[in-house]
């Protein structure tokens, strides 16, 4: 069992667990992921380590309440412990030998980005993160990210905090500025890392984005978050998550996102119902 050392809401649909698995903690590199059970009969979750501490054993995870699954685990609290929580899975990013790079995470999307962008800064190398948000209320990490960064920008999609705008907004007129970067990593909605990817080819700039598809053993078995990269059929859970992020289809993996978009629908009603029973 995987005790819960600390929960914290950061905002109202977002929310952080420190679990204690030393030998994750031990193992652990930015951009891997784990693969928890809530409790015994729940289903498996993929979520990427947010971060991680080898002296205390302690692993971060940072999960959006979007679904059935999401929403059991955040009735879990400090003390209480995980079923399961297996990795680390997938391969590390590459962060060695870059000098300057633009970190952008979008939403929820910056609980990855954000260990990366701290290998980086410890590495030595220049960090210009663009973080992107719908308004003020859903902003996380903000004080993580001005520690690693040497310029950070904040948009939102609103203007209630920020500056009013698209993360490509921000990335563009930080190109135009005369920044050469030696690499973008992209990591958030599908939508978002496709239109990163556009403008970045049109400037000549080496992009990584980091995939979720629909994931259900991470590893490689059940070929269920299959992408094509470069017309080659590639699996999330082994051969990424990052990958070349111009070569990936990204139609082809938003269509195959809206698969269970129904389903998740049904089970999420269900579970609010289920909860709203128990409160009575």
Do not use: W
Request: glycine share 10%.
């Amino acid at each position: 069992m995987y005790r819960i050392v600390r929960k914290v809401t950061l905002n109202p649909t977002v929310s952080l667990m420190e679990i204690e698995a030393p030998l994750i903690a031990k193992k652990a590199e930015p951009g891997q992921f784990i693969i928890l059970r809530a409790k015994e009969d729940s289903e498996r979750i993929p979520l990427t380590i947010a971060d991680f501490d080898r002296e205390k054993g302690t692993v971060t995870i940072i999960y959006q309440i979007v679904g059935g699954s999401t929403m059991e685990l955040d009735t879990l609290s400090e003390g209480e412990s995980l079923h399961d929580f297996a990795g680390p899975l997938g391969k590390p990013s590459e962060t060695k030998g870059l000098k300057k790079v633009a970190v952008i995470g979008g939403g929820v999307g910056c609980a990855i980005a954000y260990p990366i962008a701290k290998k980086l800064s410890s590495l030595g190398c220049e960090v210009h993160s663009i973080v992107g948000f719908r308004n003020k209320d859903l902003v996380i990490l903000e004080d993580k990210f001005k520690d690693v960064s040497s310029k950070l920008c904040i948009m939102t999609d609103d203007g209630s905090y920020g500056t009013k705008g698209l993360v490509t907004n921000a990335l563009e007129e930080l190109i135009k500025e005369g920044n050469e970067y030696d690499e973008v990593i992209a990591i958030g909605p599908l939508i978002m890392m496709k239109f990163v990817c556009l403008l970045t080819k049109k400037y000549g700039i080496k992009t990584v984005v980091s995939m979720n598809p629909i994931m259900i053993d991470g590893t490689g078995m059940c070929g269920g978050c299959r992408l094509t990269v470069g017309g080659q059929t590639k699996f999330a859970c082994v051969d990424g998550p990052d990958f070349d992020g111009h070569l990936v289809d990204f139609d082809e993996a938003m269509h195959r996102g809206t698969m269970y978009k129904d389903f998740e629908a049904h089970v999420r009603d269900e579970s609010c119902n289920l909860m709203k029973k128990g409160d009575r």
